[in-house]
């Protein structure tokens, strides 16, 4: 299957870490008191809100760009995504000085449209409810123009990138003489899962990998139980925007089915507290699709009670006019 698929290792996570040295921010842990006592344990969020473009997605994004060949960027890239990804291959697409076309849902907060623009990247919109594909229509523009695909997650490239990430919290953590015995990870389509998951277990191959999802939205959380990759029935429904991926991708399913240990499901509304938790108590910005693994903390959903747990809070790129709602409720 390795050879089929192609599947990245944590020698991949361990050369993206070398590329992107100096070019990705160390995104800090995070500490609360109260969160502590909340919870039991010793909790850390690993704050991608802080990453550039708000989000994870630029590890992974400038990870697969930099791999292209020199004689293949002038036809630019083509990417598909709800926001984050889409502002991750933006702003690296713009580094590269390469040409970057974006497939983005209708849908998708304002925000994250805007700034994908921002960047200079064409926006392309679909959608999802009346059942386009997005990945059908970012391939015949790729085919048309002799772009290279850019995938969200499904990408040895892309995984290892986001790999980065939990490759800085097991040296941050061993910096202050500890190791993580549990890391809550927010699931979609299982790249950040998938390469934080290789990085952690390489290092510290006791440590338990926990994802999040949003009820309704569990495809991976049933295709765990069920040894196969399961579908979503719905295409949205979820505050969480991010997280609403039809099915595991092939690669990440490949890589997490033997590293994640199980997963939790949460409402909207755990979600929204969270994200109210964050802004009251550490004064952070969180997203729904990013505050999932803190909600999953704290609905005590994931048991961390004299455990060292690390909560990955992978973007900050909310809807102002959604947040002002969740806080203020």
Do not use: W
Not at 159 to 168: D, K, L, V
Not at 196 to 222: H, M, N, Q, S
């Amino acid at each position: 299957m390795a050879e089929i698929l192609n599947l990245p290792t944590a020698a991949d996570v361990e050369a993206a870490a070398r590329k992107l040295e100096g070019i990705v921010i160390r995104t800090p842990l995070v500490r609360s008191p109260v969160l502590d006592e909340l919870t039991g344990g010793q909790v850390f969020l690993k704050t991608e809100t802080l990453q550039h473009t708000g989000s994870f997605k630029f590890r992974g994004a400038y990870n697969k760009l930099s791999s292209i060949p020199q004689e293949k960027r002038g036809a630019g890239v083509v990417a598909f995504s709800s926001g984050n990804h889409a502002q991750g291959v933006a702003a690296a697409a713009q580094m590269f000085g390469m040409r970057a076309t974006i497939v983005m849902p209708k849908d998708a907060p304002k925000p994250k449209r805007d700034r994908t623009a921002a960047f200079g990247a064409e926006v392309v919109l679909y959608d999802r409810d009346k059942g386009e594909d997005r990945e059908v229509i970012a391939r015949a523009i790729a085919a048309e123009r002799g772009a290279v695909l850019v995938p969200p997650y499904d990408d040895p490239f892309i995984i290892a990138g986001q790999g980065t990430a939990g490759r800085e919290i097991v040296d941050d953590l061993a910096a202050m003489g500890l190791k993580p015995d549990i890391v809550v990870v927010p699931n979609s389509g299982g790249g950040l899962t998938a390469g934080i998951a290789l990085a952690v277990k390489a290092r510290v191959p006791e440590a338990k990998i926990y994802t999040a999802e949003p009820e309704g939205f569990d495809d991976f959380l049933r295709s765990l139980k069920s040894g196969k990759r399961e579908s979503n029935p719905a295409p949205s429904g979820t505050i969480c925007d991010g997280l609403m991926t039809g099915t595991p991708g092939e690669i990440t399913f490949a890589v997490n089915q033997k590293l994640v240990t199980d997963g939790v499901t949460l409402s909207d509304a755990e979600v929204g507290r969270a994200i109210a938790f964050a802004f009251r108590e550490l004064k952070l910005v969180v997203e729904p699709s990013g505050a999932i693994t803190l909600a999953a903390l704290l609905s005590k959903k994931i048991d961390v009670r004299g455990k060292v747990a690390v909560a990955v809070l992978s973007g900050g790129n909310i809807d102002p006019a959604l947040f002002k709602e969740l806080v203020a409720a």
